[in-house]
């Protein structure tokens, strides 16, 4: 059963031209792909069977704190963990991904100056399976250098995009400083320093980044509008997509005035937004939006509301009421699978809200 939306891609991992080709598509028709922080294979397939439920492609992203927790936390090398887990996740979704019938993006989450040990090893894998004529582990891989000077953040941008664009794959890349934390990148957000320009990325900064990488390789930006990691009361987080619409005209003026689009943007820190405010930013150019807080909630809700359901089932192995065993209540899978549901019924929401319900690109149904 072919595609409908006028692209046809094989369904499973996609890297290179197929990466490329679907996030162009994205921005073409509107739509933006959630991008879903996993945390071993119980999420992966959860978000999956979410994406394939609603017929759409999806990006998994995998984040330092969630790679080391795949690894096991009773493992002394942190850095090596990192590195193991993202690894482990990278085969498992692999292994699993075609099945789906749908496309996934594979990206690594956040990585500031300390973290780059992590996204190099993992390049140098990556290298490795390009020499035995394999695909890459990841689609992409994300730098947050956001703090850091501008032209210092740019230089190893394109030190880094440099190695990625051989093994076909992208680089995303930070821009002005997205508030809050996500795993131990970032800081604790100020919810009375919302104004702060630090939250605004400049359009002249994402001028700069266009000119010095895009001879290079394949790169998205996250430009920052004022969005937050987490979830916050409404009126403290003050978006202003009005920014990537005046860097994408900035940009094509000066770069590119047969395309007024040619920016790839990412919606970081999008749990919680505004509806409208997402289909502001979609409208400008945004093909993925992050979303982490929201499914880490809709998993721990469903898991408390089946723990509170058979409260007896965690405190007895044996019903002190009935006499019966209760192991088929607290076996593991029966929890992890009301998390697994939440998450899915999540996902269903996000994929109507950024639109791609129905719209994926894969050539093979599920």
Same mark, same amino acid.
């Given at each position: 059963? %072919?595609?409908?939306?006028?692209l ?5 991992i996609?890297?290179?031209d197929a990466?490329?080709e ?14 879903v922080?996993?945390?071993g ?6 978000? !999956?069977e979410?994406?394939?439920?609603n ?8 984040s ?7 690894? =096991?936390? @009773? !493992?002394?090398d942190?850095?090596?963990a ?8 990278a /085969? ?5 991904a075609?099945q789906? @019938?749908i ?9 500031? +100056?300390? !973290? ?19 695909a %890459?582990?990841?689609?992409?891989h994300m ?9 210092d953040?740019?230089?190893?941008c ?9 093994l ?7 821009? =002005? ?12 957000f100020d919810?009375?320093a919302?104004?702060?320009? /630090?939250l &605004?990325?400049? %359009?002249?900064?994402v001028l700069?980044?266009?000119?010095r ?7 998205s930006v996250?430009?920052? *509008?004022?969005?937050?990691h ?7 987080? /003050?978006?202003?997509?009005?920014i ?22 990412? $919606?970081h820190?999008?749990? @919680? ?8 930013a979609i409208? &400008? ?12 909630f809709?998993?721990a /809700?469903?898991?408390?509301? &089946?723990? +509170?359901?058979?409260?007896?089932? $965690? ?5 002190p ?11 593991? +899978?029966? *929890? ?7 998450m ?10 950024? =639109? ?8 093979a149904? %599920?």
């Amino acid at each position: 059963m %072919p595609s409908t939306t006028g692209l046809s891609l094989k369904p499973g991992i996609v890297y290179g031209d197929a990466y490329a080709e679907l996030v162009d598509h994205c921005k073409r028709h509107k739509f933006a792909l959630p991008a879903v922080n996993v945390i071993g294979t119980h999420s992966i397939n959860a978000v !999956l069977e979410a994406a394939a439920k609603n017929g759409s492609d999806v990006i998994l992203q995998v984040s330092n704190g969630g790679a080391a927790f795949v690894a =096991g936390q @009773g !493992l002394a090398d942190k850095q090596r963990a990192m590195v193991l887990g993202a690894v482990s996740m990278a /085969r498992h979704a692999a292994l699993v991904a075609e099945q789906y @019938g749908i496309c996934i993006v594979l990206n690594t989450d956040h990585a500031n +100056r300390s !973290l780059l040990g992590w996204v190099e090893g993992l390049i140098d894998l990556s290298e490795q399976e390009r020499g035995r004529g394999r695909a %890459p582990l990841f689609s992409s891989h994300m730098l947050d250098l956001s703090e850091e000077p501008l032209d210092d953040n740019l230089a190893e941008c394109e030190r880094v995009l440099a190695r990625l664009t051989p093994l076909e794959m992208s680089l995303e890349i930070e821009l =002005g400083i997205t508030g809050g934390e996500e795993d131990g990148i970032g800081s604790a957000f100020d919810e009375d320093a919302a104004e702060n320009d /630090r939250l &605004y990325t400049q %359009p002249e900064d994402v001028l700069q980044a266009y000119e010095r990488l895009s001879p290079i390789g394949h790169f998205s930006v996250a430009a920052s *509008f004022g969005n937050v990691h987490g979830v916050y009361k409404p009126g403290n987080v /003050r978006l202003r997509p009005e920014i990537l619409k005046q860097s994408q005209a900035l940009v094509s003026a000066r770069c590119t005035p047969e395309d007024e689009a040619p920016l790839n943007l990412v $919606f970081h820190g999008g749990s @919680g937004s505004e509806p409208d405010k997402i289909a502001e930013a979609i409208g &400008y150019g945004v093909f993925k939006m992050n979303i982490d807080t929201d499914t880490q909630f809709a998993f721990a /809700r469903a898991v408390g509301a &089946y723990v +509170r359901e058979h409260q007896e089932a $965690f405190e007895h192995q044996i019903s002190p009421t009935s006499g019966h065993p209760l192991k088929k209540l607290y076996d593991p +899978r029966k *929890f992890i699978r009301a998390g697994e549901l939440g998450m899915v019924e999540r996902l269903s929401q996000a994929f109507e809200e950024l =639109g791609s319900k129905g719209k994926s690109v894969s050539s093979a149904p %599920p």
